[in-house]
């Protein structure tokens, strides 16, 4: 159980477009879920935090009119990467962290996807 | 913010020795968690120890935290080529958002 997936797994774009990656939970429902950022051979940087049917809390330093995140229900989250530049090229992961009831503390992560604008 | 320093940053031994891995953090945590990953792919689970447990094991997995000198380390026994990953520890605190460490890089050779 607690399976999240993450669509598109790859996606290359050129500069200037949109580009949208899904997050799903799929055999639990999510309160909520998590937004990372990962730079080759580095940590993960968290962007922003979902709740489902509130708006998106982001870290200091994350603009929140770049990368637009929707929590539409409680199995899925998406990203936007609007304007997509070269420096937005990353790898990016999400989290879920499963409803009161089972284990909170616990955040199943997706497989990523990773994004490259030329 | 990245609160979690790891050390040693990348560590290369022989198939069947022991990995030890440490993290230090600098807050009040609710927890620590770490978390192995593979080259190019997402996270995996490994273990969670709460800041009133000192030692967890899990498998081939120990896990300790001291919280007075605000540390944990991770110990991989009889390691095996597929440990081969970056592994990373993250701490909680209230609101259960997750800051990671840098992570250590270990190679186990066949």
């Known amino acids: 159980g607690a399976v999240v997936s993450q669509h598109p797994s790859r996606v290359i774009c050129k500069s200037g477009t949109s580009v949208k990656i899904e997050c799903r939970s799929l055999?639990?429902?999510?309160?909520?879920m998590f937004w990372y950022r990962q730079f080759p051979k580095q940590s993960l940087m968290l962007m922003a935090t979902?709740?489902?049917?509130?708006?998106?809390?982001?870290e200091q330093g994350v603009e929140k009119d770049k990368f637009l995140i929707n929590h539409a229900s409680l199995t899925l989250s998406t990203l936007t990467v609007t304007s997509a530049h070269p420096e937005d090229s990353s790898f990016y992961i999400c989290?879920?962290?499963?409803?009161?009831?089972?284990?909170?503390?616990?955040?199943?992560f997706g497989p990523g996807t990773r994004l490259l604008v030329l | 913010s990245q609160q979690g320093e790891e050390d040693p940053q990348a560590l290369s031994i022989q198939e069947g020795e022991n990995a030890t891995m440490n993290c230090s953090y600098k807050t009040s945590i609710n927890n620590l968690q770490w978390y192995r990953q593979n080259s190019g792919r997402g996270l995996v689970h490994l273990i969670l120890?709460?800041?009133?447990?000192r030692e967890k094991h899990s498998g081939r997995l120990r896990v300790t935290l001291d919280t007075s000198k605000k540390s944990s380390s991770l110990l991989i026994t009889a390691s095996r080529a597929a440990d081969t990953a970056s592994y990373f520890c993250?701490?909680?605190?209230?609101?259960?958002?997750?800051?990671f460490g840098a992570g250590t890089t270990v190679t186990v050779r066949a």
């Open positions: 055999d639990f429902q999510a309160t909520t």
């Open positions: 993250a701490t909680a605190v209230n609101d259960y958002k997750l800051s």
């Open positions: 120890i709460r800041s009133n447990e």
């Open positions: 989290s879920a962290r499963v409803k009161a009831g089972w284990i909170q503390e616990t955040q199943y």
């Open positions: 979902s709740n489902e049917g509130s708006k998106a809390t982001y």
